[in-house]
Structure formats: structure tokens, C-alpha cells
């Protein structure tokens, strides 16, 4: 299964995105989205996951745009492995009570670290309570896409990728791994990672490589 991401600002072209894939994310930290916007999105019968990075927003208006997401329906909140404890837990019981399953996630923009350091990490993520972990990391190496990958031996939910140019090739390979679902861009809009590719042709690769 394929997730398109989508940082788009314009509410029209956001919900245009919307209308190919099974799943997409929903980047509230690039949306710019009103409350009103946002509860129109994800009022949608669309899984949806709801991704309030940290950076533009404080941590209370984040737990606010994460929650009003939650609310009108996201599938998944996605909150990052280094997020205050007390930030993780509000939204988390509240996630809990409105039936949307957590996601909690590990980037690394610089380089993929020693696979024991990421197999901990993983674990972490599931000992914090996450229905699904994340793991993304740039790709320097093409071993570097081996450690990521070597992570579906465990069990788990769980999205592992790498980013970057040479981990493309990751974002092709999880979905056959047991990958929750992988990530590409919007057809049209801008890609919201390094490495992400456009969802028709990362589509196209996959129904390629089941043909085979």
C-alpha cells in the first residue's frame, strides 16, 4: 500500500490528492489548514494519517491541530520518537479514546545509524505504546538500505525506509517486506522527504515487480 504525503496549502488540491490513493499523510505542519479545513479533510471515509512535524508550530499548537485531525476522523496520528514525554502522552490517551491507532517515528536526515541502534529504537517505539513504528533514515550507502530493511524480520507493525536518492530503491522494496505501506509524493505536488517519488510511478514499479 502506498501513502502519499501532501503538504499542499490550498484546501481544493489537497482534497484532489486525496482521490487515487488508498492512504495518504496529511502534513498539518505545511497545510497551513484552518481548524475548519482540517476537520473537512479528515471527515473524509479516507484513511488518513494526521503529522504535525515540530519546527513552525509550539508543542500545545501542534497538540491542538493533531487533535482537532483526530477528532474529525484520522486513522493515525503520527508523533516523533523524541517528542516531550508529557506531549506524547496527552496525544497518545487521546488518539486511545477516539479509536485512531499511533504511529511513533524515527528520522534521521543526516545518515542511517548501526542497525542494533535502530533495531533498539524500533523496540522503543513499541515499548512507548505505538500501534505502528516508523523508521526512516538517509541513505549514504547502499548497505545502509540492507539495515534499514533487515528490520521486517522482527514483528511488528512497521514502516522502515531509507531517504535520499539511494533509498529509493527501500521505498520500492518494503511493501514486499510486510511494510504498513511506503511513502511517495502527490502526482502533481511537491515531494515532503528527500527520496520520495511520485505515487504513479512508485505504483507502477510495484504492480511491475508482482508481475514478475
Known amino acids: 500500500m502506498i501513502c502519499v504525503s501532501i503538504g499542499e496549502k490550498n484546501l481544493e488540491i489537497c482534497l484532489a490528492y486525496l482521490e487515487k490513493p488508498e492512504i495518504a499523510e ?6 497551513e489548514f484552518s481548524d475548519a479545513e482540517t476537520e473537512q479533510v479528515f471527515a473524509l471515509k479516507k484513511k488518513l494519517i494526521a503529522t504535525c512535524r515540530p519546527g513552525k ?7 491542538h491541530r493533531l487533535k482537532t485531525a483526530i477528532k474529525a476522523g484520522a486513522s493515525i496520528v503520527d508523533i516523533e520518537y523524541e517528542s ?21 517515528s524515527y528520522h534521521n536526515f543526516e545518515y542511517t545509524p548501526p542497525l542494533q541502534d535502530l533495531e533498539k529504537i524500533m523496540q522503543d517505539c513499541f515499548d512507548m505504546g ?11 550507502m547502499n548497505r545502509d538500505n540492507s539495515k534499514i530493511l533487515s528490520l521486517y524480520k522482527a514483528p511488528g507493525r512497521l514502516v522502515a525506509i531509507g531517504m535520499g536518492e539511494l533509498g529509493i530503491i527501500s521505498r520500492i522494496v518494503a511493501p514486499f517486506l510486510g511494510a504498513e505501506f511506503t511513502y511517495a509524493s502527490p ?3 511537491e515531494p515532503t522527504a528527500p527520496g520520495q517519488i511520485r505515487f504513479s510511478r512508485l505504483n507502477d514499479f510495484i504492480m511491475k515487480i508482482q508481475e514478475i
Open 84 to 104: 516531550p514525554v508529557a506531549y506524547r502522552k496527552e496525544l497518545m490517551e487521546y488518539a486511545r479514546e477516539c479509536h485512531c491507532d499511533v504511529m511513533i
Open 57 to 63: 508550530y509550539s508543542d500545545d499548537q501542534r497538540t
Open 187 to 189: 502526482d502533481e505536488g
Open 26 to 31: 496529511i502534513r498539518l505542519d505545511l497545510t
Open 130 to 140: 505505538a500501534n505502528i513504528a516508523k523508521i526512516a533514515t538517509m541513505v549514504n
